[in-house]
């Protein structure tokens, strides 16, 4: 079973934020074919956790399990409403408080929702970066919809397209656990803690 | 089972009142603090070690050896001695001085310390915690077992037939334990050892304390110590207690909304249902503490943070008072259904009878190899 994970940030309900990663969803999953489970993550419904996890240091109970499903993702649709210029900071601060390492490597594909299609850079400007920072896979094409987009052809084309490159990258790019460089997570430790002789030569620098 | 109280040693505002303590009054109260635990029979007082404000717990040892002069029994400890930033070679003189001064009643718990700017006050960098952990203690655990030390490592200048002084009471050092919320490595280093690992078990939930707790006992086992359960556990833990649980609620909630921690997050109810920290009555401190055993297994420590938060020294002690009258009980409550091969912690008295008996270890000096001079000689000079 492949695992497609959607993080929405938009605030209102419904939401144009929503409504877009409702529509890449579907996309991808008719690229992908049978077999997809799909979870979607609705920040807003996280937000006072997140706040709580910068604050103390841990994920309460239900953004435990949100972190923990996108870190068996097998691939992910990230989707947030332009606030001044960049993502939420709810949409940030989500991505704050993963561990090291849980994207590694993942594919990510990114969405924005804004009044105007002046903010369209964003996608390029700001979620991109983001994403290369903790080493995602981003997928070429990004999208961005203004309100005017919904129900534009161009909208479902690039939706399509966007959908069609993540599908591709979930089918041949999900690297298997640790294959991208030498990181060992937190996770990784527990499972095979490295020999202390190891971890005696490691810190003389030998 | 040893059951005391670990004091992070912070300087804060009590939130009912208004009022800060003075560095004076704050340093005062902790040795009050520990007079009290001794008093009421707990068997440890740990203390914090911290280089900035609003924490009054530099110079441990110093405080310690305080502390000793004016109890009896009570065990001198550390929550935690930062491995990382002080030389290893001083640890090594001011530790085994302490257990000289209070005749064995210490042990000691390393950490890599909680604020990234302490590294550069000590010249050390931040990015090597870890490795500063492993090979600091590596020469510490070397200082105390061979008199004449001849090493190299990365850290610091190399020793050249150096003998550090005093030499561990009775030939024996001190017990250590590693403490650490979530790095394996340190889990690893305390089994590889056979040394103690200690769980801080407040602030985060327990599944943290469950999942290193799990591989120190699982690593133990692999370095040859003994079966899995006869690893040596120590949990941390947090409460604040009243006759009645309402009043136990109402007292604590505004130091508990303000506190420095984990104050202006999660509310008192999540905190108490998500971890370790419980408030109520005494049977309710009785009963949770009494449940760590579910997922820790039988262990050896256990160690209340009950000094912070702004919580004054009057109300400090009635949790003690309080404490006392349950103790009993929460020792009978640790022993019921212990298997008979559960050790206890290792004290000065237990290590000493394993090495079969005490030995004087001091290293008398021959003279100076590089000046010819002896001791003697040098203060026939000076007269």
């Given at each position: 079973?492949?695992?497609?994970?959607?993080v929405?940030?938009?605030?209102s309900?419904?939401?144009?934020?929503r409504?877009?990663?409702?529509?890449?969803?579907?996309?991808?999953?008719?690229?992908l074919?049978?077999?997809?489970?799909?979870?979607?993550i609705?920040?807003?419904?996280?937000?006072?956790?997140?706040?709580?996890?910068?604050?103390?240091?841990f994920?309460?109970?239900?953004?435990?399990?949100?972190?923990?499903?996108?870190r068996?993702?097998d691939?992910?649709?990230?989707?947030?409403?332009?606030?001044?210029?960049?993502?939420?900071?709810?949409?940030?601060?989500?991505?704050?408080?993963?561990?090291?390492?849980?994207?590694?490597?993942?594919?990510v594909l990114?969405?924005?929702?804004?009044?105007?299609?002046?903010?369209?850079?964003?996608?390029?400007?700001?979620?991109?970066?983001?994403?290369?920072?903790?080493?995602?896979?981003?997928?070429?094409?990004?999208?961005?919809?203004?309100?005017?987009?919904f129900?534009?052809?161009?909208?479902?084309?690039?939706?399509?397209?966007?959908?069609?490159?993540?599908?591709?990258?979930m089918?041949?790019?999900?690297?298997?656990?640790?294959?991208?460089?030498?990181?060992?997570?937190?996770?990784?430790?527990f499972?095979?803690?490295?020999?202390?002789d190891?971890?005696?030569?490691?810190?003389?620098?030998r | 089972?040893?059951?005391?109280?670990?004091?992070?040693?912070?300087?804060?505002?009590?939130?009912?009142?208004?009022?800060?303590?003075?560095?004076?009054?704050?340093i005062?109260?902790?040795v009050?603090?520990?007079k009290?635990?001794?008093?009421?029979?707990?068997?440890?007082?740990?203390?914090?070690?911290?280089?900035?404000?609003?924490?009054i717990?530099?110079?441990?040892?110093?405080t310690?050896?305080?502390?000793?002069?004016?109890?009896?029994?009570?065990?001198?400890?550390?929550?935690?001695?930062?491995?990382?930033?002080n030389?290893?070679v001083?640890?090594a003189?001011?530790?085994?001085?302490?257990?000289?001064l209070?005749g064995?009643?210490?042990?000691?718990?390393?950490?890599?310390?909680?604020?990234?700017?302490?590294?550069?006050?000590?010249?050390?960098d931040?990015?090597?915690?870890i490795?500063?952990?492993?090979?600091?203690?590596?020469?510490?655990?070397?200082?105390?077992?061979?008199?004449?030390?001849?090493w190299?490592g990365?850290?610091?200048t190399?020793?050249?037939g150096?003998?550090?002084?005093?030499?561990p009471?009775?030939?024996?050092?001190p017990?250590?334990w590693?403490g650490?919320?979530?790095s394996?490595?340190?889990a690893?280093?305390?089994?590889?050892?056979?040394?103690?690992?200690?769980?801080n078990?407040?602030?985060?939930?327990?599944?943290?304390?469950?999942?290193?707790i799990?591989?120190?006992?699982?690593?133990?086992?692999?370095h040859?110590h003994?079966?899995?359960?006869?690893?040596i556990v120590?949990?941390?833990?947090?409460?604040?207690?009243?006759?009645?649980?309402?009043?136990?609620?109402?007292?604590?909630r505004?130091?508990?909304?303000?506190?420095?921690?984990?104050?202006?997050g999660?509310?008192?109810?999540?905190?108490?249902d998500?971890?370790?920290?419980?408030?109520?009555?005494?049977?309710?401190?009785?009963?949770?503490?009494?449940?760590?055993?579910?997922?820790?297994?039988?262990?050896?420590?256990?160690?209340?943070l009950?000094?912070?938060?702004?919580?004054?020294?009057?109300?400090?002690?009635?949790?003690l008072?309080?404490?006392?009258?349950?103790?009993?009980?929460?020792?009978?409550?640790?022993?019921?259904?212990?298997?008979?091969?559960?050790?206890?912690?290792?004290?000065?008295a237990s290590?000493?009878?394993?090495?079969?008996g005490g030995?004087?270890?001091?290293?008398?000096?021959?003279?100076?190899?590089?000046?010819?001079?002896?001791?003697?000689d040098?203060?026939e000079?000076?007269?």
């Amino acid at each position: 079973m492949t695992s497609l994970v959607v993080v929405s940030a938009g605030l209102s309900n419904p939401s144009s934020t929503r409504l877009l990663a409702d529509g890449l969803t579907s996309d991808t999953v008719e690229a992908l074919g049978a077999g997809v489970e799909v979870t979607t993550i609705e920040l807003r419904d996280l937000a006072h956790q997140i706040t709580d996890h910068l604050l103390t240091g841990f994920p309460g109970v239900k953004l435990g399990e949100a972190i923990e499903v996108v870190r068996r993702a097998d691939g992910i649709i990230a989707v947030t409403p332009v606030f001044s210029a960049s993502y939420s900071g709810l949409f940030k601060n989500f991505f704050d408080v993963l561990e090291e390492g849980v994207l590694d490597g993942k594919p990510v594909l990114v969405a924005a929702t804004a009044g105007t299609a002046r903010h369209s850079l964003v996608i390029e400007h700001a979620l991109r970066p983001l994403f290369s920072y903790l080493h995602a896979v981003v997928v070429p094409t990004g999208v961005f919809a203004a309100t005017d987009d919904f129900g534009d052809d161009g909208l479902d084309r690039r939706s399509a397209r966007a959908a069609g490159e993540l599908a591709a990258l979930m089918g041949k790019a999900s690297a298997p656990a640790g294959s991208l460089g030498n990181r060992r997570t937190v996770e990784d430790e527990f499972a095979e803690p490295t020999p202390f002789d190891k971890l005696l030569r490691q810190a003389s620098g030998r | 089972m040893q059951i005391g109280i670990f004091s992070v040693g912070d300087v804060t505002t009590d939130p009912t009142t208004g009022r800060t303590p003075t560095e004076f009054e704050r340093i005062q109260a902790q040795v009050e603090i520990a007079k009290k635990a001794d008093d009421i029979g707990l068997d440890v007082f740990a203390t914090g070690e911290h280089h900035n404000p609003p924490f009054i717990s530099s110079a441990p040892t110093t405080t310690l050896a305080w502390i000793a002069a004016q109890t009896k029994n009570l065990i001198m400890s550390t929550a935690t001695t930062l491995i990382t930033t002080n030389d290893p070679v001083l640890l090594a003189e001011d530790y085994a001085k302490l257990q000289h001064l209070s005749g064995g009643r210490v042990d000691l718990m390393m950490g890599r310390g909680n604020t990234g700017p302490v590294y550069p006050w000590f010249g050390k960098d931040i990015r090597q915690g870890i490795n500063l952990a492993i090979e600091n203690y590596a020469l510490l655990h070397q200082l105390w077992r061979e008199d004449v030390v001849t090493w190299k490592g990365r850290f610091r200048t190399p020793l050249q037939g150096y003998t550090s002084t005093p030499r561990p009471l009775d030939g024996v050092p001190p017990f250590v334990w590693h403490g650490s919320i979530r790095s394996p490595e340190i889990a690893e280093q305390a089994a590889f050892y056979g040394d103690g690992y200690f769980h801080n078990h407040i602030f985060w939930p327990s599944t943290h304390a469950e999942q290193m707790i799990r591989l120190y006992r699982q690593q133990w086992e692999k370095h040859g110590h003994g079966p899995s359960d006869t690893a040596i556990v120590g949990l941390g833990g947090q409460f604040f207690m009243r006759k009645n649980s309402q009043d136990a609620w109402k007292d604590f909630r505004p130091y508990f909304d303000n506190a420095p921690v984990y104050g202006h997050g999660p509310s008192l109810e999540q905190f108490v249902d998500g971890t370790p920290l419980s408030v109520g009555s005494p049977q309710q401190i009785l009963e949770k503490t009494l449940s760590f055993r579910d997922y820790a297994g039988d262990y050896q420590r256990q160690l209340f943070l009950i000094d912070h938060a702004g919580l004054p020294l009057k109300t400090v002690l009635e949790q003690l008072d309080l404490l006392g009258d349950i103790l009993p009980e929460m020792r009978k409550g640790f022993a019921e259904g212990r298997p008979a091969h559960i050790p206890e912690a290792p004290t000065h008295a237990s290590m000493v009878a394993k090495a079969g008996g005490g030995k004087d270890s001091t290293v008398y000096a021959e003279a100076d190899a590089a000046t010819g001079h002896r001791a003697e000689d040098l203060m026939e000079v000076s007269a």
